[in-house]
C-alpha cells in the first residue's frame, strides 16, 4: 500500500514537473521535489556558513539574548522559576500557533483562531457548570471549535470569499457569541481532575508543556514524511498546479481551516485547565503572539516555509524576550510592543527569504 502510495505521489509530482515547465513554474516544483538540477545547485548553494546562519541565526540570537540577561541578572534570570516559567507558561500559544500554522502553509489566512479559542474556553465553563460533568463541557467546546472552522472552510473555500475578510467576519460573530454565553463575565470551573491534566508536574515542568512538544514533533513528521504532508506545503506554493497534478486542493484546503478550529479548541481547554477560568474579553490577546510566532518560525530551520519547529522556537524566543523585559523593570506595555515589532520584522524576513528562495 505504501509503496502504491508512493508511485502515485511521484507520479503526480512527475505530471506536475512537467505542467509547471510549460507555464515557467518549473523551479518551484523541482524545489517542491527536491529534485534541482546540478546546474541550479551550483548556482544557489550557499556557503556552509551562510548556510547555517539562514537556519539557525534566530537560535543563535535567542543565546545571545539569554546570555545578555544573565550577565545583567545572575540571580533573578538564572534560576530555576525564571526558565519554569518561560518554558512552562506558553503551552496556550503553541496550540494556538500551531492553529493558524496550518491554515497558512496552505496559502490560507486565519484571525478567527483567537476567538474560537475564547469560545472553547468559554463553553467548557458554561457547560461544565450547567450539567455538572465536565467531560460534557470539552466535548461541546470542541465541537464547536470543528463547527466554527467548518464555516470558515464553507465561505472561503466553497463560495471563494476571501480568507481574511471571511475569518475576520466569523472571529467577531464567534467573539460576540462568546460574551453571550458569557453574560460578559468571567466565567470559571472547579474540576482538580481536569486542572491536572495540563498542571502535572513533570521533570520539574507542567505536563502540558510536554503535550505541544509532542504535537510540534507529531505535526512536523507529518509535513515531511507523509503525502498529506507534502500535499499540503504543495498546495501552499502553487494552488494550481497542485490541482493539475491531482491532488484534491479543496479538501485539504477545508480541511485544514477545521484542523485549524480544532487546534484552537484545544488552546482554549489548555486555557481553562491551566488558569480554572476565562475572561471572554481577552479572546485577542494572543493572536497577534501566535501569528508572530508563525511568520517568525519562516527564519528557522526551513527559512522561507511554515514549520512547525521553528515557530516552537520563535515561541520561545518572543517569551525569553519579553520575560527579561519584565524583569529588568519594563511595564506591561513591553509585551504589545514586542510582538508588535516582531510581527514586522517576522513578516518581513519571511517575504525576504521566499523573494531569495524564488530568484536562486
Known sequence: MNHKTDRLEAERLDGARDIAAES?????????????????????????????????????????MAGIYLVLMPTKFGSVGTVTSIFGSQQTLVFLAMAAL?????????????????????????????????WVGVLVGLAAAAFCGAVNAFFAVYLGVSSIVVTLGTGTLIGGLSHMFSHGTIVTVFEPAFSNLALTPVF???????????????????????????HMLF????????????????????????AGGLLAGVAGMLLVATQGGFDPASSMTLLLPALAAVFLGTAVIQPGQFNPVGTLVA??????????????????????????????????????????????
Do not use: C, H
Open 102 to 134: 496550518v491554515t497558512l502553509a496552505v496559502g490560507e489566512f486565519d484571525l478567527s483562531i483567537a476567538f474560537v479559542m475564547g469560545i472553547t474556553a468559554t463553553l467548557i465553563p458554561v457547560v461544565t457548570n450547567q450539567t455538572g460533568r465536565i
Open 24 to 64: 515557467g513554474e518549473a523551479a518551484q516544483v523541482r524545489a517542491e521535489a527536491g529534485d534541482e538540477s546540478p546546474a541550479t545547485k551550483a548556482q544557489s548553494a550557499p556557503s556552509w556558513v551562510g548556510e547555517f546562519l539562514s537556519r539557525y541565526a534566530l537560535i543563535l540570537g535567542w543565546f545571545v
Open 235 to 258: 498546495v501552499g506554493s502553487s494552488k494550481e498546479v497542485a490541482r493539475l497534478a491531482g491532488i484534491r486542493v479543496e479538501w485539504i484546503r477545508a480541511g485544514s481551516y477545521v
Open 315 to 360: 515561541i520561545y524566543f518572543l517569551a525569553t524576550g519579553i520575560f527579561g523585559l519584565q524583569l529588568l523593570g519594563f511595564s506591561g506595555w513591553i509585551q504589545n510592543v514586542f510582538y508588535g515589532a516582531g510581527l514586522v520584522i517576522a513578516v518581513t524576513l519571511a517575504n525576504l527569504a521566499r523573494n531569495k528562495a524564488r530568484t536562486a
Open 204 to 230: 520539574g515542568m507542567p505536563i502540558s508543556f510536554y503535550y505541544g512538544i509532542a504535537f510540534v514533533a507529531f505535526l512536523a513528521y507529518v509535513y515531511a514524511y507523509t503525502p498529506l504532508g507534502r
